[in-house]
């Protein structure tokens, strides 16, 4: 079991991570314009989207041929641990 100080120091790593990454993505943005231009567009930009919870074998071919970006499973991870 997690005392509270434990939580604080987690939240607080948290927050000290995300601002990191906020200052990081707006560097990267300032030197190289926005990050919608590296992004991929067209057919090959699609996220695939799995709402059963469970990654299908057709899926991940697609991701793996480059045919899309990104595979999203919704609810693979779940994220209170239990």
């Known amino acids: 079991m997690m005392s509270s100080g434990s939580t604080q120091g987690t939240t607080a790593a948290a927050a000290a991570a995300s601002t990191s990454l906020k200052r990081l993505f707006a560097a990267i943005e300032s030197k190289f314009g926005g990050l ?3 992004m991929d567009a ?3 930009a699609e996220v695939i989207v799995n709402e059963e919870g469970a990654i299908e074998s057709h899926e991940l071919q697609r991701l793996m041929a480059n045919e899309a970006t990104a595979l999203h499973i ?3 991870y779940n994220r209170e641990g239990t």
């Open 42 to 44: 067209g057919s090959r």
């Open 74 to 76: 919704k609810g693979f």
């Open 36 to 38: 919608s231009s590296l």
